[in-house]
């Protein structure tokens, strides 16, 4: 029954190695995103899918590749992970451009 | 550009005291969406509240209360005889009409102590 669900919810990984997060939403939204907190707790949005279309793409390493299979899906490939890395990213969904609906997070930790 | 400042870091009170956490906003759009969120130490992101640039009717409920004013773009947020489950990082956050970012403030870590 959960709305917006993100695999897996920890990652311990080392640096170099490539690694993805899954999101996915089953409330039928056309738009998903990525979200990233850093260590002081700060949100910024990454990217985001409208209907399997990049719509935002904020200033981000290209080492990050968002990868929308369908609506439901919006998953997260890090190339080459580096210690800057390390943060807890956030999906969400919205039906429209008020609500976001998140997910519970993965906390991504680069050693 | 939309920015929102909260521009405490941390609040420490005591346990049955009111704690009240500034939201300040920017935005040129006329038509934008306010919102708070609050992240327990469990990590999750909890909605609170979402108010409408052309509603400024506070809204109270429970012990949280909310005061939106566009004159000084403010919407601030109290909590009302604060519990230890308070606790958490606070976020004040605003979506402008037609954009699909959401962006958020620093945050305010609240600490309820006992």
């Known amino acids: 029954d959960t709305a917006v669900s993100q695999t897996p919810k920890y990652l311990v990984t080392q640096m170099g190695n490539d690694k993805s997060i899954k999101c996915e939403q089953n409330?039928?939204?056309?738009?998903m995103y990525w979200y990233k907190q850093d260590s002081k707790k700060f949100l910024k949005i990454m990217f985001s899918?409208?209907?399997?279309?990049?719509?935002i793409n904020e200033t981000v390493p290209n080492r990050f590749s968002p990868k929308s299979p369908d609506k439901a899906h919006l998953n997260l490939h890090i190339n080459s992970l580096e210690l800057g890395d390390s943060a807890v990213y956030f999906c969400?969904?919205?039906?429209?451009?008020?609500?976001?609906?998140f997910g519970p997070g993965t906390r991504l930790t680069v050693l | 550009a939309q920015k929102v400042t909260q521009a405490q870091t941390e609040i420490s009170v005591v346990e049955k005291e009111d704690v009240t956490l500034d939201c300040v906003y920017e935005?040129?759009?006329?038509?934008?969406?306010l919102f708070w969120y609050k992240q327990p130490p469990s990590g999750e992101l909890v909605f609170l509240i979402r108010r409408n640039s052309f509603d400024e009717q506070n809204e109270i409920s429970g012990r949280y209360s909310w005061n939106f004013q566009k004159s000084t773009s403010s919407f601030n947020f109290t909590i009302t005889a604060s519990q230890v489950v308070d606790s958490a990082v606070y976020f004040c956050?605003?979506?402008?009409?037609?954009?699909?970012?959401?962006?958020f403030g620093a945050g305010t870590t609240v600490t309820v102590r006992a």
């Open positions: 969400a969904s919205s039906p429209s451009t008020i609500e976001k609906y």
């Open positions: 935005t040129r759009d006329t038509t934008y969406y």
């Open positions: 956050a605003l979506s402008e009409a037609n954009d699909y970012k959401l962006s």
């Open positions: 409330l039928g939204h056309d738009t």
């Open positions: 899918y409208n209907n399997k279309e990049l719509i």
